[in-house]
C-alpha cells in the first residue's frame, strides 16, 4: 500500500516537473548498481531514475529505485522529490535543497527522511552539509503478524548531521574528469554520521547533451568510533541526458 502510494507520488512529481515551464531546462539521470553488503545475502542490482527540471536558480528533481536483484522482496525500494535554489552571498555561490526520501527496503520496515542542505562548488572542491529527520515504521504486515503495539510501532530520529567533501582533478566543466568524495549522502540512502563512504568517480561528455559516468563506493560501519568494520561496497554507472 505504502509503495503504491510513495510511486504515485512520484510519478505525479515527474509529470509536474515536466509541465512546471517549457522554457526550463530538462535532465534524465539513469543508473545501476551492481554489489553486495553484509545483509544483500550476495550480489545486488538496483536501477534508478531521476528526472529533473532547472529553470533559472531553481531545481525540481524525482525520482525512483528498483531493486531488479537483491533479498528486499519489494521491486520499488526508492522514491525521492527534492527542491534546490541557487544564490550567492557576497560572490560566493550557494544552493540551499529540501528533500524527501522513503526507502521501503523489506516487507516488514520502512525508512522515511526529510530534511535540508547546503551546498557549495568551485573549480575542485565541492561542499555539503545539512541535517536530516529520520523515522522507521513498522509496516501494516508487521504490525498485524508480531502484534506490535502502536507505541513501538515508529522511531523517530531528529536532527542527524549530513556531510560530503568532494574534490576533481580537473575544473567543473571539463569534457573529463575524475574525483573522489568522503561522504554519507546518497540519492536513496542517508548513513548514520558515523557510518562515512567513500567514492571514487569518474565522468566523461559524449556529446553535447550526453554525458557517462562511473562510482566506485565503499561503505563502512563505525568508521568514526573506535572500531572500523568493512560494510560493503558497489559500482555504479550511469548516464546523464540533459534534453534542450
Known sequence: MHTTMNLNLVFAS???????NLSAQPSINFYTDLGENNVSQGLFIKSAVLISYRTGRNLLEAGFQADLKNANQ???SGFSISGSRSFR???FPIEITGFWISTPFSELLRE???GGRLKHENNHFGFQIGSNSRTYAFRQKAIREYQIGENAAIIHEVMNLMYSVDYL???TGNCWNIGASLTNIDHFILE???NPMLRLNGLYKISTPLFLYVEAWYKSAGAANLSVNYFGFFFRTGIIWKIR
Request: charged letters at 10%; glycine letters at 0%.
Open 169 to 171: 582533478i580537473k575544473p
Open 74 to 76: 519489494n521491486v520499488f
Open 14 to 20: 515527474i509529470l509536474l516537473i515536466c509541465c512546471f
Open 112 to 114: 522515511t527522511n526529510w
Open 192 to 194: 548514520q554520521e558515523t
Open 89 to 91: 552571498i557576497n560572490h
